[in-house]
């Protein structure tokens, strides 16, 4: 066995015996004869130990070089800028590379950009060589070398279309097809050069599951433009983290527009019955009761908004607030509904409460109320997700529950406790919420919501004209609140 063997056989690394005998002979020519083959092939090792990765997702920012493997996805267009102080355009090609634990976008700069349009192809396996950068859609390798290697295998599908469930951090040049769950409006925000940008969300789902999209410029208007219901496809979108949640992001490269394809989303919803303080659930069944929205005055003196509906399935329910843009959404008694990524926590009388923020997904199945529009699915997609809802809810044929009738659904509502119907006439020792706007400040405050008032004796400190909530127990016709907000 010759050095440079044993050398190789005590070397863990995924390269070739023939191209480890090629790269010590360059060492072995490079050093200028200072160097045999032994000590040079200790040298090629040592580097090619230091730089060979385990995987895509042993990668991150910081690591001098890295080698590995990888099976090419897709491959973007040559795009040309502008270099300070040189007469010569620069080119990159940002190709997607993945393997078994990852997928990576690589930047081919310049000389490498052409040569990777020419002679690269989707599902080629490559070794590549390369800088790791943080980039703007997560980690990214600026490429130094790549060689095609055909004997590797990299057990990755190349798909024209992702899925929802095949969605991975870092993906880009992400194709994928789904249902509009829920729609955001446009927001605008500083740029630290001074510009103006915007961004807007949407909610995805398909047969695998869903996923918000953020849009961003030139694409932020289209959340506006798209109803619920609507099938669109995502073009050229990539994948990042948001506080621990995969998300898929359109800048002006990308696209959304809108298909005829049918789509089929199911929500997979946790019984109301199993539901515990301080989760993020989904959760799905029919509307009970819905009050009207109400606005009130935060702390920095903005105006937010807030509505309130009882939502039930067959094993229990639970009063949802919806706040801020959710509270607009046209929604009644009789509608089915699925939300998503609703928080749950201590509400009214030690009961359990549904908080359905900016991160939730509110997504009308089937409108049975008179006029709500709610931007549910009126196509043929809503018969199969509410064939799934009911199948949730377990409605046996003949069962007289609101999740069947919209009619008891109806009654049921009129006999909720839900603090926003209270008697206007409470009795002594019963425990009240009442909504109202402050006509007095003094002591007691004095509410009134339009049709009736009520004293309340509290602590806090509140503004005339302002509208706030009051819970507590009634004392002689006054209401002695333990919670002003």
Same mark, same amino acid.
């Given at each position: 066995?010759?050095?440079?063997?044993?050398?190789?056989?005590?070397?863990?690394?995924?390269?070739?015996?023939?191209?480890?005998?090629?790269?010590?002979?360059?060492?072995?020519?490079?050093?200028?004869?200072?160097?045999?083959?032994?000590? @040079?092939?200790?040298?090629?090792?040592?580097?090619?130990?230091?730089?060979?990765?385990?995987?895509?997702?042993?990668?991150?920012?910081?690591?001098?070089?890295?080698?590995?493997?990888?099976?090419?996805?897709?491959?973007?267009?040559?795009?040309?800028? *502008? #270099?300070?102080?040189?007469? *010569?355009?620069?080119?990159?090609?940002?190709?997607?590379?993945?393997?078994?634990?990852?997928?990576?976008?690589?930047?081919?700069?310049?000389?490498?950009?052409?040569?990777?349009?020419? *002679?690269?192809?989707?599902?080629?396996?490559?070794?590549?060589?390369?800088?790791?950068?943080?980039?703007?859609?997560?980690?990214?390798?600026?490429?130094?070398?790549?060689?095609?290697?055909?004997?590797?295998?990299?057990?990755?599908?190349?798909?024209?279309?992702?899925?929802?469930?095949?969605?991975?951090l870092g993906l880009s040049n992400v194709n994928l097809v789904g249902?509009?769950?829920?729609?955001?409006?446009?927001?605008?925000?500083? #740029?630290?050069?001074?510009?103006?940008?915007?961004?807007?969300?949407?909610?995805?789902?398909?047969?695998?599951?869903?996923?918000?999209?953020?849009?961003?410029?030139?694409?932020?208007?289209?959340?506006?433009?798209?109803?619920?219901?609507?099938?669109?496809?995502?073009?050229?979108?990539?994948?990042?983290?948001?506080?621990?949640?995969?998300?898929?992001?359109?800048?002006?490269?990308?696209?959304?527009?809108?298909?005829?394809?049918?789509?089929?989303?199911?929500?997979?919803?946790?019984?109301?019955?199993?539901?515990?303080?301080?989760?993020?659930?989904?959760?799905?069944?029919?509307? #009970?009761?819905?009050?009207?929205?109400?606005?009130?005055?935060?702390?920095?003196?903005?105006?937010?908004?807030?509505?309130?509906?009882?939502?039930?399935?067959?094993?229990?329910?639970?009063?949802? @607030?919806?706040?801020?843009?959710?509270?607009?959404?046209?929604?009644?008694?009789?509608?089915?509904?699925?939300?998503?990524?609703?928080?749950?926590?201590?509400?009214?009388?030690?009961?359990?409460?549904?908080?359905?923020?900016?991160?939730?997904?509110?997504?009308?199945?089937?409108?049975?109320?008179?006029?709500?529009?709610?931007?549910?699915?009126?196509?043929?997609?809503?018969?199969?997700?509410?064939?799934?809802?009911?199948?949730?809810?377990?409605?046996?044929?003949?069962?007289?529950?609101?999740?069947?009738?919209?009619?008891?659904?109806?009654?049921?509502?009129?006999?909720?406790?839900?603090?926003?119907?209270?008697?206007?006439?409470?009795?002594?020792?019963?425990?009240?919420?009442?909504?109202?706007?402050?006509?007095?400040?003094?002591?007691?405050?004095?509410?009134?919501?339009?049709?009736?008032?009520?004293?309340?004796?509290?602590?806090?400190?509140?503004?005339?004209?302002?509208?706030?909530?009051?819970?507590?127990?009634?004392?002689?016709?006054?209401?002695?609140?333990?919670?002003?907000?």
């Open positions: 066995m010759s050095d440079i063997e044993g050398v190789y056989e005590d070397l863990e690394a995924d390269v070739s015996l023939e191209k480890f005998r090629e790269a010590v002979e360059a060492k072995v020519e490079q050093m200028g004869g200072l160097a045999d083959e032994e000590t @040079a092939a200790m040298l090629v090792a040592h580097e090619i130990g230091e730089s060979e990765v385990g995987g895509i997702a042993d990668i991150e920012p910081g690591m001098e070089d890295v080698k590995f493997i990888a099976k090419v996805t897709s491959i973007g267009e040559v795009r040309t800028f *502008e #270099r300070d102080g040189e007469d *010569e355009d620069g080119r990159v090609v940002n190709v997607e590379v993945a393997d078994e634990t990852g997928s990576v976008r690589a930047a081919f700069w310049d000389q490498h950009a052409e040569a990777a349009i020419e *002679e690269l192809e989707e599902g080629q396996v490559l070794r590549v060589k390369g800088r790791p950068k943080e980039g703007f859609s997560g980690v990214e390798i600026s490429v130094d070398d790549v060689q095609p290697d055909p004997d590797a295998e990299v057990d990755v599908q190349v798909a024209d279309t992702h899925t929802v469930e095949a969605l991975s249902l509009v769950l829920d729609t955001d409006s446009v927001r605008t925000f500083d #740029r630290d050069d001074g510009s103006e940008g915007k961004v807007s969300n949407l909610v995805l789902g398909d047969s695998t599951g869903r996923v918000r999209v953020t849009l961003w410029d030139e694409q932020a208007d289209t959340a506006t433009a798209i109803d619920p219901g609507t099938t669109v496809e995502v073009i050229d979108g990539y994948v990042k983290d948001r506080d621990g949640t995969l998300e898929l992001h359109v800048g002006n490269r990308g696209a959304v527009e809108e298909v005829d394809e049918e789509v089929e989303y199911v929500p997979e919803s946790t019984p109301i019955e199993d539901l515990e303080i301080d989760q993020m659930v989904d959760i799905a069944g029919v509307v #009970r009761s819905a009050d009207p929205k109400r606005t009130f005055d935060r702390d920095d003196g903005s105006e937010g908004q807030v509505r309130n509906i009882r939502v039930q399935d067959a094993t229990g329910d639970i009063r949802v @607030a919806m706040w801020g843009e959710k509270a607009d959404i046209d929604i009644g008694p009789g509608d089915e509904v699925a939300l998503g990524d609703v928080e749950i926590q201590d509400g009214w009388q030690d009961d359990l409460e549904a908080s359905a923020g900016w991160q939730s997904t509110i997504t009308v199945l089937e409108s049975d109320s008179a006029g709500s529009g709610g931007g549910g699915n009126e196509s043929g997609d809503s018969s199969d997700a509410n064939a799934g809802l009911s199948a949730f809810a377990g409605g046996d044929d003949g069962d007289d529950d609101a999740a069947d009738d919209p009619e008891a659904a109806d009654t049921d509502a009129d006999d909720s406790s839900d603090a926003a119907t209270e008697s206007d006439d409470p009795t002594d020792g019963e425990e009240l919420e009442f909504t109202g706007v402050v006509v007095q400040a003094g002591d007691p405050v004095v509410l009134d919501d339009g049709e009736s008032t009520m004293s309340v004796s509290t602590d806090v400190d509140v503004g005339l004209g302002e509208e706030v909530t009051a819970r507590g127990v009634v004392r002689d016709g006054r209401l002695e609140a333990n919670d002003v907000f």
